[in-house]
């Protein structure tokens, strides 16, 4: 399933989440990680249309090992915009510069707004 994330490190931010619980990838079936992996692009495809970032970012995370960043023990994918075109991965998969929020009709419109563009 795809989500707008309770904890967005950016405006558009959407985690695709397995159902089925699993920590590393060795533990997800092939056709389960397609599945997956089309749900994250059409994501990225329509968070694109929707913000017009300068990119998206695409990560699998998940792991048990909870020193790690924006982690948590199950396997998902982030689809993050970017604005800025010379962002790093560090400066984007970092909870370091705080979440973003928005009021419940911001939310609202966001979630409208991605679903109208949403790829069919």
Do not use: K, Q
């Not at 533990?27 to 249309?49: F, I, M, T």
């Not at 982690?71 to 998902?76: D, S």
Request: charged share 20%; hydrophobic share 50%.
């Amino acid at each position: 399933m795809a989500v707008l994330t309770r904890y967005p490190v950016r405006w558009g931010h959407v985690m695709v989440i397995l159902r089925a619980h699993a920590e590393r990838l060795g533990d997800v079936a092939p056709e389960v990680w397609a599945d997956a992996s089309r749900l994250a692009h059409a994501a990225a495809v329509a968070v694109e249309r929707a913000l017009d970032p300068a990119r998206c970012y695409v990560a699998s995370l998940g792991t048990s090992d909870d020193s790690l960043p924006m982690t948590f023990p199950h396997l998902h994918l982030h689809v993050i915009p970017v604005a800025d075109p010379a962002a790093r991965p560090s400066d984007v998969l970092t909870w370091r510069n705080g979440i973003v929020d928005g009021a419940p009709d911001e939310w609202a419109a966001l979630r409208a707004r991605l679903l109208d563009v949403w790829p069919r």
